[in-house]
């Protein structure tokens, strides 16, 4: 949940003490309480820029050189929230009063981004970093460059958790809901068709963000057809699975048109040419529902006793609750996927 | 205290020594390792990608521990020591990164000794002394002194209250019993707090993790346990309508059930990815509101949460993912391996209201208990102390916490109990639900159609030295610290100590 701090930093030293632009401050110590338990041993340097921080948030003070101190501070503990909240009030302090851009201070909007960006390389795994680049960009009510940005992080980590958090955020503040955002996805899709993280940004831009309103024509054919490609490619690859599922359910289309589908990943009478047990999940369910019990309990204990014996226990229940569903009316029309 | 400052604490505590292993042996042979742990899985695609590459490499560096007969003993001793040091002795500069997280320190180490089976009243009145600089003049608690609250802060710092103050009173008569909580608790500015956590509240329904701070499901759940620890009822959760206040859980279960994703898991928001962590905040969330199996159905697809749940336990490793297509992970043992008692109890009180009779009708266990046992014993024991995500990773706090926690829930059935009686003072609360939680070392096995028991698992602790303490299901602190808290609020507002 929290990063550790890395020893080597390559941040130019403030001396506080001698510094004329502190010389007003008196630094508050910290009061860790009597005999306090777990007490980090502070470098020296990491102390007296608290003790300075501290009197400065006291004192409620937004001046400029606030932003040399929390960057001191945060190249030493990226995880400050204290910090990092402290920092964005003093630059929206000097954006209001037209001060941040001046060139006495040195400092821009711009630099700030590229500053959080070189720390975000150091701290992948951060909740603050990204949350205050997104109250900046909201701010600044300007996207451009910034899915360029977290494409840099993809590069990484394809799936880091608190980057996605803020393409989804970006994608819906911005309505970002576009062909490139379409084709972003498909290009992480092409490199590891098992990104999960990519799935869920796809369903979200395509389908989840529609709530309860339906999906334009076709795009239901196009999702499913690109899940079954993904499916050709890496039959055991849940994702893909899972995608095509869901996209089903939201186009209002029954499972047992995956039938023939499923079944050629997953012949129950030729266990041996099985290729996925993700086929045999969805084939017990669809045998289930048309009442062919004896299938469904086939393809269900396939999945206890061979291609995914871990999880007897869940399998051993999902028999227990075999015909415990309502079976569909047959003469209820249903929408036929193209297969 | 004496048992935790003593060299020696592992022998009076009666735990593991070296003669551990040959000790199990010459009692019986181990049991053969099932297949599941003897090779890769059945299927593996020809497709190689990045996942499937780290997934490979994983499934065979960890073959080489859970391909083993004799699963290891948990190694109290030198977990104790790993777990004590940063608490006596404190913590490098190295953990600088963590000075906004000292209360987490502080839950994440005694939390683990407790269900290592140390006494950690001693601590206590340390406890308050070190989290008293963290209270803020407006409310609620930072990371440390003089920081801006925030709500994990002050959850792990409740939790560590809750978890001491019992320890140091349990065997106390009542009067000394008073004077622990009063001590512990009396110096908490409960109206500030409560005025802070307000301040979080969204228009969505849910929380943030603190004013100009990010949203997620945490957020919301650390909120509820805040709440549900210290005693508020529904008179204060509803506000003051003169001071413009609005009920404090408007809105919050309609926020949970918009964060279930197309995947059937839960995300820390609205369209974010499936991930056990936030599921386990959800679950429990929902499980403080209401009987499990009304709020896990009325507010879930339950099918198909379970479903994604399920795929989270990974063979031949036996631990659990916290997403799908990544990795396992010891600490997901808590995450993950903690939504299955909910689960469980919202399938049970399914299918026995289903049967139309009286009759207690079981499921039995959902998941693999014996596989993740073996996972954390085999792959998450560092040999010098601590526990790990995986073998090759440094063992940490956090995980240490975690993976104990994860191995409590394989070893223990805990189920929700609606006929429990519950003392007036909780009658009004609106967590009373979380309060009906009890555990049984009896896990029992599915019952039959007719109702009659299956029998209990057996073997889910193949050696009593690796036995950890009952945790409650949705605290994750001591089972029975839960009841003495809520008796304390009881005591003081009865007294009108408050």
């Not at chain 2, 609360?429 to 007719?450: A, I, L, M």
Request: include cysteine.
């Amino acid at each position: 949940m929290a990063s550790y701090s890395s020893e080597e930093e390559e941040e130019e030293e403030l001396d506080y003490t001698n510094d004329p632009v502190w010389a007003d401050v008196t630094p508050l110590p910290q009061d860790d309480g009597h005999n306090p338990l777990a007490q980090i041993a502070y470098s020296p340097e990491y102390t007296i820029a608290m003790s300075y921080l501290r009197a400065i948030m006291a004192a409620n003070d937004h001046s400029p050189r606030v932003l040399n101190l929390t960057s001191d501070i945060i190249g030493m503990n990226a995880a400050h929230y204290t910090v990092w909240g402290y920092r964005f009030k003093t630059l929206m302090s000097l954006d209001r009063s037209q001060t941040l851009e001046d060139e006495k201070i040195g400092w821009s909007w711009r630099q700030e981004l590229e500053w959080v960006q070189s720390i975000a390389k150091r701290y992948e795994k951060n909740y603050q970093i990204w949350h205050h680049r997104q109250l900046i960009i909201d701010h600044l009510d300007d996207p451009t460059g910034e899915r360029a940005v977290t494409g840099e992080m993809f590069a990484l980590d394809s799936k880091n958790y608190h980057v996605w958090t803020y393409r989804q955020w970006l994608v819906q503040r911005f309505q970002l809901f576009d062909e490139e955002e379409l084709a972003a996805t498909a290009s992480l899709l092409e490199e590891d068709v098992r990104n999960n993280s990519a799935w869920n940004h796809r369903y979200f831009i395509v389908l989840g963000r529609l709530g309860e309103a339906g999906p334009e024509e076709g795009v239901v054919e196009r999702e499913s057809e690109l899940a079954k490609e993904a499916i050709s490619k890496a039959p055991q690859n849940p994702s893909a699975w899972n995608y095509l599922k869901a996209v089903l359910r939201k186009g209002g289309i029954e499972l047992a048109t995956l039938k023939p589908f499923c079944e050629s990943f997953a012949p129950i009478l030729s266990p041996d040419e099985i290729k996925s047990s993700h086929a045999l999940d969805i084939l017990s369910e669809i045998y289930d529902e048309a009442g062919d019990s004896v299938k469904a309990e086939k393809a269900l204990e396939l999945l206890a006793s061979k291609f995914d014996p871990v999880r007897k226990n869940y399998w051993r229940y999902r028999r227990r609750l075999l015909g415990s569903k309502p079976t569909p009316a047959s003469d209820t029309p249903t929408i036929q996927a193209t297969a | 205290m004496s048992e935790i400052q003593d060299p020696n604490a592992s022998q009076q505590l009666g735990l593991a020594d070296a003669s551990g292993l040959s000790n199990q042996r010459s009692q019986k042979p181990p049991d053969p390792v099932p297949t599941m742990h003897r090779g890769l899985p059945y299927i593996l695609d020809d497709l190689g990608t990045e996942t499937s590459r780290k997934q490979l490499q994983t499934a065979r560096s960890v073959l080489k521990y859970v391909n083993d007969s004799r699963v290891p003993t948990l190694d109290k001793t030198t977990h104790i020591d790993f777990l004590i040091e940063p608490l006596e002795d404190g913590l490098s500069r190295g953990f600088t990164g963590l000075d906004a997280s000292r209360p987490w320190l502080l839950y994440w180490c005694i939390n683990a000794l407790a269900l290592l089976g140390v006494d950690v009243g001693g601590y206590n009145e340390r406890v308050v002394s070190s989290l008293k600089p963290l209270q803020h003049k407006d409310g609620g608690f930072g990371g440390g002194n003089g920081q801006a609250p925030h709500m994990a802060s002050a959850y792990a710092a409740i939790l560590t209250l809750v978890v001491t103050s019992y320890y140091e009173s349990r065997d106390l008569p009542k009067d000394r019993w008073m004077g622990v909580y009063a001590r512990s608790f009396g110096w908490i500015d409960r109206q500030k707090l409560l005025d802070w956590i307000r301040k979080t509240k969204l228009r969505n329904g849910g929380f943030k993790v603190n004013e100009g701070g990010e949203e997620d499901v945490r957020a919301s759940y650390c909120a509820l346990v805040i709440l549900a620890l210290l005693g508020y009822d529904e008179d204060e959760l509803r506000g003051d309508v003169s001071r413009d206040e609005k009920p404090l859980l408007d809105g919050l279960l309609d926020y949970f059930k918009r964060c279930q994703t197309w995947e059937g898991g839960i995300g820390a928001k609205q369209h974010s990815e499936a991930h056990g962590g936030y599921a386990f905040c959800v679950l429990s969330a929902l499980c403080l509101l209401g009987e499990p199996q009304d709020v896990l159905t009325k507010y879930l697809d339950l099918d198909q949460f379970i479903s994604w749940l399920s795929a989270r336990q990974y063979a031949p490793e036996g631990g659990f993912s916290g997403r799908t297509n990544k990795l396992v992970d010891g600490c997901y043992s808590t995450w993950v391996g903690g939504c299955w008692s909910l689960v469980e109890a919202a399938a049970n009180g399914i299918e026995s209201s289903g049967t139309g009779f009286d009759i207690d009708s079981n499921v039995g266990s959902l998941w693999n208990r014996k596989a993740l046992a073996r996972y954390i014993l085999a792959c998450c024991q560092d040999p010098h102390g601590g526990l790990r995500d995986k073998p090759g990773m440094r063992p940490d706090y956090y995980h240490s916490n975690y993976v104990l926690l994860g191995l409590s829930a394989a070893q223990n059935y805990y189920y929700y109990d609606n006929a429990m009686s519950l003392p007036s003072s909780i009658e009004n609360s609106p967590f009373k639900h979380g309060f009906c939680w009890k555990s049984s070392r009896n896990v029992p096995k599915p019952s039959t159609s007719e109702g009659i028991g299956g029998g209990w698992e057996e073997g889910l602790v193949s050696n009593e030295r690796s036995r950890v303490g009952t945790q409650h299901p949705l605290f994750n602190i001591p089972l029975h610290a839960v009841a003495e808290i809520q008796e304390w609020w009881g005591v003081a507002k009865g007294a009108e100590i408050l």
